[in-house]
């Protein structure tokens, strides 16, 4: 089926992929086409054009997009979105006055989500997350990186990998897998982490590579969780694997997250609300892509990592929403482009490319999603009518969002 969009007021569509992720000023540059078409066919990006070249084309269905965008669909490269119940009796907690870790320390935060989650069935799991996934799709997500992390038992890890595996399996969009095992240290570990590391690096990433349940590997490396050491001995194993490390840092201290990353070639490093000078250089000049999540600063009232700062600098910024039960129970990518734009100062460009183009490079699919461009999925928004771009973020909270297409597909709205 071949589908022709034309009278686009706006098309945000790049000839080329970058090699690289962007940077610096090349962040701020969008290539926009006034007066476009866009030609899809059998779920892919055929071509596109200016003006009204586009009738001499031969199409089944012609779709007019007046006085709308149409840009890239989001890429969403940090979730946790299996999980088996929500929270909100810690967000009371918090509205108490009580601190992310000081919940943690009570046995609730990933302690709480993980002992509902082993008593969940793997099914119930399945249904659940995929009600999620669709409904960010619905919202403009078109691409998605799920973590484990909430079973922290071998049984419970591998039944997580194992419903994520069919996540990627019936989403219309494409799914990576993230092995997070050392998200916290289970009750019966917390005077004894080595015989958990044990467990993750005997028992756990022997299976997961053998039933290739995970393409990365990620550690919680933060203050009250797991060391720098701990967190090298556990990626080194996994290296032995071939699975590339993806890693949480620098969230709730300076403990080294950056440096882990870093010192084991991971492809990114994902929150960064604590960092100084030190590793604000370090992201600047290493190829690993700095990640923030501004939807957990939002709902935890910590500090924003510091974004604006991050991209002056030099480093390549990847914006994504850490949908999860306890920090960011929300995945609206086009809050969190508010979000970026609002608290951390970047441009409506920048916060744009973060969450497209870079968060494509930060799941290795930048052939395949990411921008609107020759040859790859036909996954992006066609906007409401609207003038410019910046509108997007500037009517926070209030989608400008007309409707999705996946694979050149018009994706309906269940909510
Ligand atoms: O990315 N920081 C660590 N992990 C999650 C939170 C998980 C939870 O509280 O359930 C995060 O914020
Ligand atoms: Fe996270």
């Given at each position: 089926m071949r589908t022709l969009f034309v009278n686009i007021k706006s098309l945000v569509a790049s000839l080329e992929t970058p090699l690289h992720p962007l940077r610096g000023k090349a962040l701020q540059q969008l290539e926009q086409m006034n007066h476009a078409w866009l030609l899809c066919e059998n779920g892919k990006i055929v071509d596109f054009g200016s003006d009204d070249t586009y009738s001499t084309l031969a199409s089944e269905r012609t779709i007019d997009c007046t006085g709308r965008f149409i840009v890239p669909a989001f890429v969403d490269?940090?979730?946790?979105?299996?999980?088996?119940?929500?929270?909100e009796n810690e967000f009371v907690d918090k509205i108490n006055g009580l601190s992310y870790e000081e919940i943690a320390q009570r046995g609730g935060g990933i302690l709480n989500s993980s002992k509902r989650l082993q008593q969940c069935t793997e099914e119930q799991l399945f249904l659940d997350a995929k009600v999620r996934a669709l409904h960010l799709i619905e919202q403009g997500t078109g691409a998605l990186e799920i973590k484990s992390?909430?079973?922290?038992t071998v049984v419970d890890e591998l039944k997580m990998l194992r419903v994520i595996a069919r996540l990627k399996k019936e989403l219309p969009i494409p799914v990576r897998a993230t092995f997070l095992g050392a998200h916290a240290y289970p009750q019966e570990f917390r005077q004894h982490h080595e015989g958990y590391i044990n467990l993750i690096i005997n028992e756990m990433l022997p299976i997961i590579a053998e039933e290739k349940l995970a393409d990365y590997i990620d550690v919680f490396c933060d203050k009250g969780f797991f060391s720098m050491d701990e967190s090298n001995k556990i990626l080194a194993a996994a290296s032995k694997y071939g699975l590339k490390p993806k890693i949480h840092g620098n969230e709730l201290g300076l403990t080294g997250g950056v440096q882990v990353a870093i010192n084991n070639d991971a492809i990114s490093v994902d929150h960064l609300e604590e960092v100084g000078e030190e590793e604000i250089k370090l992201l600047a000049q290493s190829s690993l892509i700095a990640t923030v999540l501004p939807g957990t600063s939002f709902f935890l009232g910590i500090p924003y990592a510091p974004a604006r700062r991050l991209v002056d600098a030099g480093a390549a910024l990847c914006i994504a929403s850490?949908?999860?039960?306890?920090?960011?129970?929300?995945?609206?990518m086009s809050f969190l482009l508010s979000l970026a734009c609002i608290?951390?100062?970047?441009?409506p460009e920048e916060a744009l490319n973060a969450c497209t183009i870079n968060a494509a490079f930060a799941l290795e699919l930048q052939n395949e999603v990411g921008s609107i461009s020759k040859g790859k999925r036909a996954n992006f928004i066609l906007t409401k009518p609207?003038?410019?771009?910046a509108l997007m973020p500037y009517?926070?909270?209030?989608?400008?969002?007309?409707c999705v297409y996946i694979n050149g597909v018009k994706i309906a709205k269940s909510m």
């Open positions: 490269s940090h979730t946790h979105i299996v999980f088996a119940a929500t929270r992390g909430y079973g922290l850490d949908y999860n039960p306890g920090t960011s129970p929300n995945g609206r608290k951390m100062k970047l441009l609207m003038h410019s771009l009517t926070f909270g209030e989608d400008m969002i007309e």
